[in-house]
């Protein structure tokens, strides 16, 4: 049976899985990145989990490749660079770094366009030419699929959406210093950052007066906006806003047939996603009304970064 | 000898010429568009004049096809959609009525895309795979070229990048009603609106003072600069800021290698391009510094709007 190895390199987890041709997980396991501060350790690491999960299974089988997605990750020269969220500094040549201890077909991708590629090939995006998948988790990622095919860009950086100025009033800064970076709104740490703000604009009383910043998380937010909540709704309210605006702007720009939406926000649900059908339709241009669709990830949650990783050697064997 | 037929619609004048597989243009002529508003009308103002072109050459040339550019034009559908500048109101089937008449292959695009596909076939972009083309006319439009090829969009309304909001300030609108759209800004009526605001803003003596908006040209703005008009050169650099950071949001995107620029505005020469210059560099996120080039168009001014039209052929005979 062909396999493929998916890692999905994150900032506090390494994921690990071998995946089917038809984006199933047949089985996974995970470790914490930050234990392998020296990347030779982390690819040992890597390798010896790899070798484990492929030793367990009940039959042999035919491993196709390994497929990477990563935060920074350049698709054309295989490297991460300046990754904000991972121990390794600079320009970190991972994927040839890797095959000298695995010799075997490897691809690495920025997370969120391996995800968009797993969209693609297993999930929502299999019927469509143009969409947009967003991963709306710490920060606001971005991948591109037009014509059918990801977009790399032009050294493979292609989709850094999340850094692109909303210039909004006076700007929050991003974590790479962008003053009004979308993602200092549109994020799971957008809308935390939002809480605070709409206390700071607000007299309404709210749970959330008793809270610091640090225990706030991102699940209260959805219960306190059940509950009623005034600050926690104006919060969702003025996330949907800012992100309706991108969406609209992106729009202009590859016009894809739907943004298919993944990441703790949208757990989120009709909170974020009834105001953010209502202002995206008010901000489309009308040669675009209508034709837009938001849709949620048809990857299963807990797998779909492994998934993701996983359709860079699939896309190859179809 | 192989000729494709070029034509671009534009709300003031029809230009059509013959052009080879160099992107040479033989032969040109134009007409004036609104003074054929009923659109049978114009398209056998269009075939004869075609007619004419083709039997003035001295050799009986093989006509390929006939590719246009027009704005408001969807790839997809063959049709002009709600275009402002254009007698014909709605959606108009320009691509069936016209092979109604005549009988040959026929393509249909979006001018600034059609632009795009004439510098990937004939111009500046011939050696690239990720750039986007920016005609800065009486408006802003682009065509996008990623991973080689160029970007339709869903239903081919891809790259109206003139409309995304820049939201600056209390924000201009653009003729579409988009508040803060970035044509409003960019383009050589947002450069003549800014000659106005400037005055408004700062208690500069300028030649300005003394020329109302209807009489004022791109021209002067660029003469005025020339002889240290504080108003001019004040607009410029605020035009150059605005377009740097739409430039900056727009690497995020699909990171292209290149904007090639052309249109009016170029023009301007040096008092456009070196504060776009100082700009991007400044709003560009770090992982694209360095990486991203500013060009000008590399086909000839007066006929580059047809050689484009054209590359729709002469791209599926390579």
């Known amino acids: 049976m062909d396999l493929v190895v998916g890692i999905d390199i994150g ?23 930050r234990e392998y501060p020296k990347l030779d350790d982390y690819l040992e690491k890597v390798k010896s989990e790899c070798d484990e999960l492929i030793a367990s299974l009940e039959f042999t089988p035919n491993i196709l490749g390994c497929g990477i997605g990563a935060p920074n990750a350049s698709s054309k020269r295989g490297t991460i660079e300046n ?21 075997m077909p490897m691809r690495i991708m920025n997370d969120a366009s391996a995800a968009a590629l797993g969209e693609l090939l297993f999930g929502r995006g299999k019927k469509m030419t143009d969409f947009i998948a967003i991963t709306l988790g710490t920060g606001f990622g971005a991948g591109i699929v037009a014509n059918g095919q990801l ?14 100025d909303m210039t909004i009033g006076d700007g929050r800064l991003t974590g790479l210093g962008v003053e009004g970076g979308l993602e200092a709104y549109v994020s799971a740490t957008g809308l935390k950052r939002t809480i605070l703000y709409m206390q700071s604009h607000y007299m309404d009383d709210s749970r959330f007066r008793g809270i610091a910043y640090n225990d706030l998380h991102g699940e209260e937010i959805t219960q306190a906006a059940e509950e009623g909540d005034a600050i926690a709704i104006k919060a969702f309210d003025y996330t949907a806003k800012i992100m309706a605006q991108a ?49 949620e990830s048809g990857m299963e949650g807990k797998t779909a970064a492994i998934c993701g990783a996983s359709a860079l050697i699939w896309e190859n064997h179809r």
Chains 1, 2 share one sequence.
């Open 247 to 295: 969406l609209a702007n992106f729009t202009a720009f590859t016009q894809p047939e739907a943004f298919i939406l993944m990441g703790g926000l949208v757990n989120s649900g009709k909170w974020i996603l009834e105001p953010l059908e209502k202002y995206l339709d008010q901000f489309l241009l009308q040669v675009y009304r209508g034709k837009v669709k938001i849709l």
């Open 151 to 164: 977009i790399d860009g032009y050294d493979g950086f292609a989709g850094e959406l999340g850094h692109v």
């Open 83 to 103: 990754a904000a969220n991972l121990a390794w500094k600079g320009t970190v040549p991972i994927l040839g770094e890797f095959k000298k201890k695995w010799d």
């Open 11 to 33: 900032g506090t987890k390494t994921k690990i899985g071998l995946v089917d041709g038809n984006g199933k997980c047949l089985d996974q396991t995970f470790f914490r990145t």
